[in-house]
């Protein structure tokens, strides 16, 4: 089974984020249930490694912290893979992902050392884009790139299932994980 853990996003702040998805005139645009914020992606797991995730991912005990999306960019440089709004939750942030990653490394699950920029996926774009596809992402980033919402309280974390269709990923939440408002 696909999986992946991750910050689900708040109805205040999936309003901005798909009217600024919306404004994207090129893309695969993720659905609204698709916007979160990545911890770990685990790729494929069975079962019984997610069973034995999910008694460890209870364990991890952070407090709750505030997180801003804001501004947006694209990974990819001149060839775009995807764009994105950034998000912003400093150490406490960075600390739930590390814990999350090392309890999955712990049940033996592999994980590849990888730079971390969170971020809310709005599109994904095909390779060999047209340069006139490609002009139209300059210019969506320079009227949105400055992209700010209010600030929401991460109050708990999920393991995901993922599934690939035609039409893009269908998620569906396993398991929820509340953090402590210590």
Known sequence: ???????????????????????????????????????AFL?????????????????????????????VDVFGGKEPRLIWVGADGGEALVGLRKSVRDVARQIGIYLPRERYRPHVTLARFRK?????????????????GGFSCPA??????????????ETGAVYTVLAEYPLGSM
Not at 44 to 60: C, F, I, K, N, P
Not at 152 to 165: C, D, E, H, M, W
Request: hydrophobic share 40%; proline share 5%; no cysteine.
């Open 1 to 39: 089974m696909r999986a992946f853990v991750a910050i689900p996003i708040p109805e205040e702040q999936v309003a901005a984020l798909e009217r600024l998805r919306d404004a994207l005139p090129v893309g695969r645009k993720v659905n609204s249930e698709g916007l979160h914020i990545t911890l």
């Open 43 to 71: 790729d494929e797991q069975t079962q019984a490694t997610l069973s034995a995730l999910d008694g460890e991912l209870r364990g991890v005990s952070v407090p709750e912290f505030e997180v801003r999306l804001r501004g």
């Open 128 to 144: 060999g884009l047209r340069p006139e596809e490609s002009g139209k992402i300059g210019t969506y980033l320079v009227e949105y």
């Open 152 to 165: 929401f309280q991460v109050n708990g974390f999920a393991l995901y299932r993922s599934v690939l269709t």
